[in-house]
């Protein structure tokens, strides 16, 4: 496995006045490696979602320390984001159940709210790693994309069509 240049740690309170620092701290990051807008955009929207489910679930039923735990490792040719909390261990394989877009046959009435945030995590990101020991950690990785068509002023020609 490829060890990363940087890592990137920081220990927030899991407070909803807090999830912004996480999000403005990733922008600044992906920003600077070069990713574009639109990936930036994901990786905010993605980090906040996550974030959050740590707000309202990791520590319902625990008077424990309330941290939300991000890192942020920087490869070559990808960003991975990890969100980890203390909430104690829980079942993964129930986040795995009912995640994705509404059931078309069910009545609006009958929808929930919220729900979403792992769908929605899953399709910003190009992995999505969840595991649980003492807590939930949630390992959402961005390729970077180089594979673009860089300019070459070698290759450029320099003649003038004729008219």
Do not use: W
Not at 99 to 109: H, Y
């Amino acid at each position: 496995m490829t060890e990363a240049a940087d890592k990137i740690q920081m220990k927030i309170p899991a407070k909803p006045e807090y999830v912004g620092v996480v999000r403005l701290t990733v922008s600044g990051i992906a920003n600077r490696i070069g990713c574009s807008y639109d990936d930036i955009e994901d990786i905010k929207i993605a980090v906040a979602e996550a974030c959050t489910n740590v707000v309202e679930h990791a520590y319902k039923d625990t008077a424990s320390d309330p941290t939300i735990l991000f890192s942020c490792s920087i490869f070559e040719d990808r960003l991975e984001l990890a969100i980890t909390d203390r909430g104690g261990e829980v079942d993964v394989s129930k986040f795995q159940n009912g995640k994705g877009p509404v059931n078309a046959d069910q009545p609006v009435g009958d929808l929930k709210e919220g729900g979403l945030g792992l769908f929605l995590i899953e399709t910003l990101m190009d992995k999505v790693e969840i595991s649980s020991t003492s807590g939930v950690t949630i390992v959402m990785t961005k390729f970077l994309q180089r594979d673009e068509v860089e300019l070459n002023e070698d290759r450029i020609s320099t003649e003038v069509p004729k008219q």
